[in-house]
T-cell receptor, first 113, second 112 residues
Framework: DTGVSQNPRHKITKRGQNVTFRCDPI?????LYWYRQTLGQGPEFLTY????????KSRLLSDRFSAERPKGSFSTLEIQRTEQGDSAMYLC???????????FGNGTRLTVT | TQLLEQSPQFLSIQEGENLTVYCNSS?????LQWYRQEPGEGPVLLVT?????EVKKLKRLTFQFGDARKDSSLHITAAQPGDTGLYLC????????????FGTGTRLKVLA
């Protein structure tokens, strides 16, 4: 069990640029989650997958956000035309079958200047 | 919109004191989890409660799920500096969905 891996750890980008983050879950986990967290707040749900199927995407997300999990393994989260309000920590988590805890990565911190 | 409100938002106490953190909602959750998060890291699971009225203990931490499964509490006895961190509750939105909504968080600082 190597844990959930997220890359990059930090990303600084200029407003209007596109960014893509990668999450590698624990290998046997079938569910994968993306959350966004601002300083001192609880994580905000963005979307989640069961295997390669995206089950739900938060209505809070604009169409600039898209996530994929093409082979049911790693996942990518893309933000197009970034805005300063997108600055946050983006957390990925995975879990196994049934009542299985969420195992989080250490996140990707995005700063939009 | 946060459906799970935690209180207090911030708490600073001396080592050895007791404290309680609350997690409240107007919605019923089929299960609820508590996590602790340290700076620069992802949250780490402390406990899962499933049954209304359930009480679980983890060393000096006691967790309770409300009878109606709308609220939960975390009680820490004789807090230590190592307990410092952001405490988060997370509820399963609907049974069998495994979609977890997190609370607003309680930042605890224990002073030596």
């Amino acid at each position: 069990d190597t844990g959930v891996s997220q890359n990059p750890r930090h990303k600084i980008t200029k407003r209007g640029q596109n960014v893509t983050f990668r999450c590698d879950p624990i290998s046997e986990h079938n569910r994968l989650y993306w959350y966004r967290q601002t300083l001192g707040q609880g994580p905000e749900f963005l979307t989640y997958f069961q295997n390669e199927a995206q089950l739900e995407k938060s209505r809070l997300l604009s169409d600039r956000f898209s996530a994929e999990r093409p082979k049911g393994s790693f996942s990518t989260l893309e933000i197009q035309r970034t805005e300063q309000g997108d600055s946050a920590m983006y957390l990925c988590a995975s879990s196994g079958w049934g009542f299985s805890p969420l195992h989080f990565g250490n996140g990707t911190r995005l700063t939009v200047t | 919109t946060q459906l799970l409100e935690q209180s207090p938002q911030f708490l600073s106490i001396q080592e050895g004191e007791n404290l309680t953190v609350y997690c409240n909602s107007s919605s019923v959750f089929s299960s609820l989890q508590w996590y602790r998060q340290e700076p620069g890291e992802g949250p780490v699971l402390l406990v899962t409660v499933v049954t209304g009225g359930e009480v679980k203990k983890l060393k000096r931490l006691t967790f309770q799920f409300g009878d109606a499964r709308k609220d939960s509490s975390l009680h820490i006895t004789a807090a230590q500096p190592g307990d410092t961190g952001l405490y988060l509750c997370a509820g399963e939105w609907a049974s069998g969905t495994y979609k977890y909504i997190f609370g607003t968080g309680t930042r605890l600082k224990v002073l030596a």
